[in-house]
């Protein structure tokens, strides 16, 4: 099983931009994983926010024109780049093995706090 590990989160105004990653403890490629993010703020349900596969990319509606989801070359990062944030971004952020995106998560690390506020 992999182990994944969030970085990146932290305190951005509005408007302003974070770049989370996700990577696989001991440096395993995540080349052939399907990987999602999702976030999980108090009193609310968890969202699903993106996901990259061997199919492509998806995104949250909400999230949608201001969140990019890749891969680096060497196929051992996941990076979610979030554009335009808004207060309502608050939350933890955790990325995921998926067997398929829109399916359960599996397994996630720890997260990574990301808070919108001026």
């Known amino acids: 099983q992999v182990q994944l590990v969030e970085s990146g989160g932290g305190l951005v105004q509005p408007g302003g931009s974070l770049r989370l990653s996700c990577a696989a403890a001991?440096?395993?490629?995540?080349?052939?994983?399907?990987i999602g993010w999702f976030r999980q703020a108090p009193g609310k349900e968890r969202e699903g926010v993106s996901c990259?596969?061997?199919?492509?990319?998806n995104y949250a509606d909400s999230v949608k024109g201001r969140f990019i989801i890749s891969r680096d070359n060497a196929k051992t990062t996941v990076t979610l780049q979030m554009n335009s944030l808004k207060p309502e971004d608050t939350a933890v952020y955790y990325c995921?093995?998926?067997?398929?995106?829109?399916?359960?998560?599996?397994?996630w690390g720890q997260g990574t706090q990301v808070t919108v506020s001026s």
């Open positions: 995921a093995t998926q067997y398929r995106c829109g399916g359960p998560f599996v397994q």
């Open positions: 001991s440096g395993f490629s995540l080349e052939y994983n399907t």
């Open positions: 990259i596969s061997g199919d492509g990319k």
